[in-house]
C-alpha cells in the first residue's frame, strides 16, 4: 500500500501541472492596461531648423497582449529653442524580468509635427526602436526610463523618464 501511495503521489506531483506552485496574488511584471507621464529631452540629428537639444514631456497608454508584450500608444511635445515639436507613436513593446526591474525593448512607427520661428509646420511619417528599464515603486505605480531612437525628420534620440501605472488581470492581456 505504501508503495502504491508513493507511486500515486509521484505521478501527481510531476505529470500534472496543477500540483505546482501557483501565485494567486497579482502579477505585477504582466499588466492588462498602462498610463503614464514622463518628461526628457529629444536630441535632433539633420533636422532642418532643429539643431538644439529640446525639451519634452508627454503621456502614455499601454493595452497588454499577453505573456509579456505590450501595445502603446504615445503622444509627446514640446516647445524650446524656438522650435515646437509634436509627435504620436504606436508601438509593440516587449518586457523581460530582470532580477528586481523590468528590462525593455520596443519597435513602432510615429506621426512628427515640428514648426520653427523660420519654417511653416512639417509633418513626417517615420518609425522608432528603443528601449528602458522599470522599476517597482508600489503594487502599482512603476519607475521609467527609455531611449527612443527616431528616424524621420532627420534622426532623433528621446532620453526621458517618468511614472507609469500597472494595472489588470494577474495573467495580463485582459485575459
Not at 538644439?52 to 501595445?71: A, D, N, V, Y
Not at 524650446?80 to 512607427?109: C, N, T, Y
Not at 527616431?150 to 517618468?162: A, W
Amino acid at each position: 500500500m505504501k508503495s502504491f501511495t508513493f507511486t500515486f503521489i509521484f505521478i501527481y506531483c510531476w505529470c500534472f501541472n496543477a500540483v505546482f506552485a501557483q501565485n494567486a496574488d497579482k502579477d505585477a511584471y504582466n499588466a492588462s492596461y498602462e498610463l503614464g507621464a514622463h518628461i526628457g529631452n529629444i536630441l535632433p540629428n539633420q533636422v532642418p531648423g532643429a539643431s538644439e537639444i529640446q525639451p519634452q514631456w508627454g503621456l502614455r497608454l499601454g493595452f497588454g497582449l499577453g505573456g509579456s508584450g505590450t501595445t502603446e500608444f504615445t503622444a509627446n511635445a514640446g516647445n524650446g529653442e524656438g522650435v515646437m515639436w509634436k509627435q504620436a507613436s504606436i508601438s509593440v513593446r516587449m518586457d523581460m524580468p530582470i532580477e528586481e526591474l523590468v528590462g525593455q525593448v520596443f519597435i513602432g512607427g510615429d506621426i512628427t509635427m515640428y514648426e520653427t520661428q523660420t519654417q511653416a509646420a512639417k509633418t513626417f511619417g517615420g518609425g522608432h526602436v528603443g528601449g528602458g528599464v522599470m522599476s517597482l515603486i508600489s503594487r502599482d505605480l512603476w519607475f521609467r526610463v527609455d531611449m527612443k531612437f527616431n528616424i524621420n525628420p532627420g534622426t532623433s534620440l528621446f532620453i526621458g523618464g517618468g511614472f507609469l501605472f500597472r494595472f489588470g488581470s494577474e495573467s495580463g492581456g485582459g485575459e
